[in-house]
């Protein structure tokens, strides 16, 4: 039983994921769902980052227009990956390592499509469930991961992503569901969550 079990959990480390993730700032909505940029949050950066390198995802995507916001995401990746930080922490420095800051997600699918040679699906979430039609459950993203398909899966930041932007996306995971109807769970706890039904073991 053991000797099973150890062979399916190399077998599952040995495969190649093909998996990418985005914390989108714009187009998002604010509590009265208006469309606005958000602010980046560096806990979110960190943090995030942490995860993807924890899942073995291939690169995470910081995505804002705001060339203020796009300095300060670079001011910490160059902190952490050639400054003194670099030297102070080196896990942190081979998380940082994975984060790209772009200023959209087409772009963010340009830079994946020239990486692997064709366009990625894209998979929103939500924390509200979306048409029947484009929603899919955490296990049939996770076999479209397994199969070996780039995949971008984007996040939205403030109170989600705007409508209009998960309309373009080909799949919308399901939301997460909790035990009440209280739904209001960080970007990072999120993306932690989900993370973990895709990836992980």
Same mark, same amino acid.
């Given at each position: +039983? ?9 077998? $599952?480390?040995?495969?190649? +994921? ?26 979110? %950066?960190?943090?995030? *980052? ?9 690169? $995470? ?11 300060? *995401? ?34 963010? +699918? ?21 048409? =029947?039609? =484009? ?6 993203? =996770? ?7 780039? %995949? /971008? /899966?984007? $996040? ?12 373009? *996306? ?16 960080? %970007?990072?706890?999120?993306? *932690? ?9």
């Amino acid at each position: +039983m053991r000797r099973g079990l150890g062979s399916a959990a190399t077998e $599952f480390q040995r495969r190649v +994921m093909r998996l990418y993730i985005g914390l989108v700032h714009y187009p998002v909505y604010n509590k009265n769902f208006q469309t606005i940029a958000s602010a980046i949050t560096t806990l979110d %950066v960190h943090d995030i *980052a942490r995860l993807a390198r924890t899942f073995d995802v291939k690169l $995470f995507f910081v995505i804002t227009p705001l060339e203020d916001q796009q300095c300060l *995401a670079r001011r910490i990746y160059r902190h952490w990956t050639v400054g003194f930080g670099a030297e102070y922490n080196r896990h942190r420095k081979e998380a940082i390592e994975l984060v790209r800051v772009v200023p959209s997600l087409d772009k963010a +699918m340009l830079a994946i499509g020239d990486k692997e040679g064709k366009a990625p699906l894209v998979i929103a979430t939500a924390a509200s469930r979306q048409e =029947r039609n =484009r929603s899919i459950s955490c296990e049939e993203a =996770r076999c479209m991961i397994e199969d070996d398909l780039p %995949v /971008l /899966l984007i $996040f939205g930041t403030a109170w989600g992503l705007e409508r209009a932007l998960i309309d373009t *996306a080909d799949y919308v995971l399901e939301p997460i569901r909790g035990r009440g109807s209280y739904n209001h769970l960080s %970007v990072r706890a999120a993306v *932690a969550i989900i993370l973990d039904r895709l990836a992980g073991r």
